[in-house]
């Protein structure tokens, strides 16, 4: 007598190399490891990451859509410098959809989604009991927090609009998801925040959520700050290099 066959688990795909080869970019370019003047030529990535152009060009144009490089007329990508007066800029109108968000149901005589409350309260509470790796890419969490916890406030448009600045200040935000220190101290910020409004408290939610704001846009704006100066000093380098190689 034959038994069943065995059904063998069908093997993961692999990540494609595009992938990695983003990753190493995006990471390089948020800690100002390639000059600003200093094109990003696709033969000599290639080579540095041990990956063909092909790769290369793609994560390229995945950086271009995020904003962390920029294709000029003349042909090329190059790094982007970010703009922090801009930054800030967009900063203080978030912080300004943020804190509206907070205190408008009770101003209309209305609650915070509790059910959609206690949902990211459970997420972000698994999140805490296992920290995920630093990686810029957790920039796309922390703002589907910020997202939901508007949304859950009962007024969409105001949703809608965080949603654009979020989409602007992305580049600089990623800077504070490079650092484990600085996702265990978003994770802690985020759930007092979420206990004071399942708390009832409206008042004391958005006096945390304006210090974390500012806490996390002083990070981000000295990172950044940091970045560009690395980048800036690279040029520099290079600048004199070839000037000797003149002589």
């Known amino acids: 007598m034959t038994g069943r066959p065995r ?5 993961k795909a692999a990540r494609p190399r595009s992938s990695d080869v983003y990753d190493e970019l995006r990471r390089g370019l948020l800690f100002g490891e390639y000059p600003l003047i200093e094109r990003l ?3 000599s990535l290639a080579e540095r990451l041990g990956a063909s152009r092909t790769p290369v060009r793609e994560a390229l144009m995945r950086l271009e859509a995020e904003g962390l490089v920029v294709r000029r007329p003349t042909g090329g990508f190059y790094p982007r410098s970010p703009n922090l007066a801009g930054i800030r800029d967009l900063y203080e109108l978030r912080r300004i959809l943020e804190l509206a968000c907070l205190v408008r149901p009770r101003a209309h005589g209305e609650r915070h989604d509790e059910v959609a409350l206690q949902t990211i309260h459970d997420d972000w509470t698994g999140l805490a009991a296992n920290p995920p790796a630093p990686d810029p890419g957790l920039v796309v969490i922390d ?3 910020h997202l ?3 949304q859950a406030a009962g007024n969409p448009a105001i949703a809608e609009q965080l949603q654009v600045v979020n989409d602007r200040i992305r580049v600089v935000r990623m800077q504070n998801f490079v650092h484990h220190q600085r996702i265990l101290v978003t994770t802690t910020q985020h759930l007092a925040i979420l206990d004071a409004l399942l708390a009832g408290d409206p008042d004391t939610a958005a006096s945390l959520m304006g210090a974390h704001l500012d806490e996390a846009m002083a990070q981000a704006a000295a990172r ?3 970045a560009i100066e690395r980048m800036m000093t690279a040029g ?3 600048n ?3 000037g000797e190689d003149r002589l």
Request: hydrophobic fraction near 60%; charge should be positive; charged fraction near 20%.
């Open 236 to 238: 520099a380098l290079l």
């Open 41 to 43: 030529a696709e033969v």
């Open 143 to 145: 703002e589907h927090f």
């Open 7 to 11: 059904i063998r688990p069908r093997p």
């Open 148 to 150: 939901r916890l508007a």
């Open 240 to 242: 004199a290099a070839a």
């Open 224 to 226: 950044a700050a940091q």
